[in-house]
């Protein structure tokens, strides 16, 4: 099906299968191209580490249907199998017959990623149709952009009601410290790799800033609330933290991966994003390491932030900020 989404019959898709962190910066990233240029956007998540369909769209299984995002057009439900974007493409790969284009290699990848990297900086449109964004995309837009996705998009409702119902139990009538811990669980963290140089000396300095955001005065009675991907940082900060709770969840065994596996099935995803819009209902948020883009969106809403510099995995950074909440799920 062809499709003219935009007045110029342009656009922009976001194709992504990594964690729902990485797949919703690296959106927000191709809608500020695609609002800046007068595109439209398709959501292309096929193929997601959710789902063992791999021509089911990840988008609407987890999120509720929309047609626009600040006045940009939307295509992002399972029509998107039979949609044929024009040509030309950027980068300039998928010019390629479709056939070629079915194995790209990480270093094809990286070099998608510079590439339009480059282009969005250069703030101008280009020649082609159809601009591609199989990428990672992170700190490729500004901070509106993000929060933009954030406040136009909305879990599907079944997640929506596991959230409340979550928040009534453990977050109301408390002053909330939410933690989130990105350990890998024998994966390939690559740029959170420093911040686990040594195990041990990681999770003392959680268990740091833990205390740093218990001794700042609260309002209510303060409990720790925990997000994690591996059953080894619960079970040290639970007997560091008595009060410390998390959410029922399946975790991989030991050393076996991340959560965002097709293994899990969808309960995987619902499960990440029950947890990461709980963590952005917290008074506090911990982030570590700061790289991880599951904790972004408690990095955006959360007014007070502890996190690890960025420069400096040893130095603790926190900040009060006056940033309007997202309205609650």
């Known amino acids: 099906m062809r499709v003219n989404g935009?007045?110029?019959?342009?656009?922009?898709?976001?194709?992504?299968?990594?964690?729902?962190?990485?797949?919703?910066?690296?959106?927000?990233?191709?809608?500020?191209?695609?609002?800046?240029?007068?595109?439209?956007?398709?959501?292309?998540?096929?193929?997601?580490?959710?789902?063992?369909?791999?021509?089911?769209?990840?988008?609407?299984?987890?999120?509720k249907p929309i047609e626009?995002?600040?006045?940009?057009?939307v295509i992002c439900d399972d029509q998107i199998n039979h949609v044929s974007f024009p040509g030309p493409f950027f980068p300039s790969w998928w010019n390629?017959?479709?056939?070629?284009?079915?194995?790209r290699p990480d270093e094809q990848i990286f070099q998608e990623r510079d590439e339009l990297s480059g282009l969005f900086r250069a703030q101008d449109d280009c020649e082609a149709n159809t601009v591609i964004c199989d990428a990672c995309l992170m700190w490729r837009c500004d901070e509106e952009a993000e929060r933009t996705i954030f406040r136009s998009i909305t879990p599907r409702a079944e997640i929506?009601?596991?959230?409340?119902?979550?928040?009534?139990?453990?977050?109301?009538?408390?002053?909330?410290?939410?933690?989130?811990?990105?350990?890998?669980?024998?994966?390939?963290?690559?740029?959170h790799a420093p911040y686990w140089a040594d195990q041990k000396i990681a999770l003392e300095q959680v268990c740091t800033a833990i205390r740093m955001a218990k001794a700042q005065p609260h309002p209510k009675p303060v409990r720790v609330f925990l997000c994690t991907d591996s059953a080894k940082v619960v079970d040290h900060l639970s007997?560091?933290?008595?009060?410390?709770?998390?959410?029922?969840?399946?975790?991989?065994?030991?050393?076996?991966?991340?959560?965002?596996?097709?293994?899990?099935?969808?309960?995987?995803?619902?499960?990440?994003?029950?947890e990461m819009y709980l963590l952005g209902r917290c008074d506090t948020a911990i982030r570590f390491p700061p790289t991880s883009a599951f904790s972004r969106y408690a990095r955006l809403f959360v007014p007070r932030i502890i996190e690890f510099d960025l420069n400096d995995p040893r130095r603790l950074i926190s900040s009060d900020r006056a940033f309007e909440r997202s309205p609650a799920p």
Request: hydrophobic content about 40%.
């Open 239 to 274: 007997g560091a933290f008595p009060e410390l709770f998390t959410v029922p969840k399946r975790f991989q065994a030991d050393q076996a991966g991340p959560l965002h596996s097709a293994a899990l099935g969808a309960e995987g995803g619902f499960s990440a994003l029950v």
């Open 68 to 73: 626009e995002i600040g006045g940009v057009p």
């Open 160 to 191: 929506e009601d596991r959230i409340e119902a979550l928040y009534q139990e453990h977050f109301a009538g408390h002053s909330v410290i939410g933690v989130h811990v990105r350990h890998g669980n024998g994966e390939n963290i690559m740029d």
């Open 6 to 63: 935009s007045r110029m019959g342009r656009f922009v898709v976001s194709r992504r299968r990594e964690g729902l962190g990485d797949c919703l910066w690296s959106l927000a990233s191709a809608w500020d191209y695609a609002r800046r240029t007068g595109r439209a956007l398709g959501i292309d998540w096929r193929g997601s580490c959710y789902l063992d369909d791999p021509f089911a769209n990840a988008f609407p299984v987890f999120f």
């Open 96 to 103: 390629k017959p479709s056939i070629d284009c079915v194995y």
